[in-house]
């Protein structure tokens, strides 16, 4: 007989012979130990009471049981569920990187805009730089701007005009002295012309011809004489007098070019200064222009910041949606169960095989991401048992789920 049966004889038997007790004791308990293997029976016959454990399967056309059945469904339904809610996702994060996308390309033109204003800024901040110089040391009668010269040119000019007016007041003082002079030689003569005529009257008196009086004095025209004896003729006397008035005038007008030249220079002065106080709201704009420039590239460099911030976003939503677009593009082709692990062992001591006992013990398995796929025992006397009585020892045999994903073999558990 073979050696892989439940039940094998130990013992011939002659038939209508008597039998040896022991030895249909021992046939007996070798039958109802064989008939242990199989489950309890309903009692409307129809079927076990306990649904019977499917050997493990091995290869294409074997069996499976109710709940492989189950798993591989649920497994599929969980699979497609998740391509679903992957598929979600990758919109989600899909609209997160138009969205990302969109707000680099905002922060980019914000960047742009503020780098283009600091280059204005830049153009503008020189320009005023060149203006202040320009309004401060361009060369004398050089414009500057809307019939305007520079501070330079003012003061210059101030200068040349005090210095004029300063050589007027000389040639004034000149004239002055010189009017003066003549005036008093035109008196001096007068008075002289004066005493000569009161000695000529005087002597008309006593003779009347003037030529028989003697040491006269006698006539003279010439405006430059020493003579302190001779008469001044009219003549003298007219051109001394028009002399005087020509210094008189030439002083009263040295006296107007003097107040001219001051008053220019005045107005030189103010406009020197005019230039100056326009130099210096020139370097003022000029600060203020450097200053808007900095403000800008500080918006510029605060702009860059939250344009890399909002790329760095990007490429992180955009790295998920592709991790996840990775996991639906991966579609689950099949799955199977690997190969068989043992979890929980129950002992049990019984006169009976109490199948639904140990599978209250054993099932189901708590082991995330594997199924229990049947109940493996051992059953056997030991000494001091009872007539009928065994230890059953029983484990539960674990397999793990495993999905085909792009051709590779993946568990669950790990995935």
Known sequence: MSSDKLYQRTHEFTPYTTADGKAVQ?????????????????????????????????????????????????????????????????????????????????????????????????????????????????????????????????????????????????????????????????????????????????????????????????FNSSVTSDSERDFATPKAVKIAYGKAVESSDAANAAQVRADNAINAANAAQVRADNAISAANAAQVRADNAISAANAAKTVADNAISVANTAQSTADSAMSVANTAQSRVNGVVTDIRLGAVVYGKTAVIRTKEFHYDIIVSKLWPE??????????????????????????????????????????????????
């Not at 006397?381 to 792009?406: H, M, W």
């Open 26 to 218: 021992a046939e007996f308990d070798a039958i109802e130990s064989a008939l242990d293997h199989f489950p309890k029976m309903r009692d409307d016959g129809t079927g076990f009471a306990v649904s019977p454990v499917i050997p493990e399967p091995t290869e294409d056309d074997h069996p499976v049981n109710y709940g492989m059945y189950l798993t591989g469904v649920n497994n599929v339904k969980e699979n497609r569920d998740e391509v679903e809610r992957l598929t979600i996702e990758v919109r989600q994060h899909t609209q997160e990187v138009a969205t990302n996308t969109q707000a680099v390309h905002n922060n980019t033109q914000t960047v742009l805009t503020a780098e283009q204003n600091v280059i204005n800024k830049e153009i503008a901040v020189e320009e005023s730089e060149n203006m202040a110089r320009k309004w401060a040391s361009n060369p004398e009668d050089v414009l500057v701007k809307d019939n305007k010269y520079s501070a330079y040119h003012y003061a210059l000019k101030a200068k040349n005009s005090a210095v004029a007016a300063s050589q007027s007041e000389i040639n004034a003082a000149r004239s002055e002295s010189a009017s003066n002079t003549s005036a008093n030689f035109a008196e001096q003569k007068a008075n002289e012309a004066n005493a000569y005529a009161e000695q000529a009257r005087q002597a008309a008196f006593r003779e009347n011809d003037w030529g028989s009086i003697a040491n006269k004095p006698s």
């Open 366 to 415: 708590e082991k995330s991401g594997y199924v229990m796929t049947g109940i493996f025992s051992t059953s056997k006397r030991k000494t001091g048992f009872d007539y009928g009585e065994r230890e059953i020892t029983a484990s539960s045999c674990l397999r793990p789920v495993q999905k085909n994903i792009n051709g590779a073999w993946y568990t669950v558990a790990s995935i």
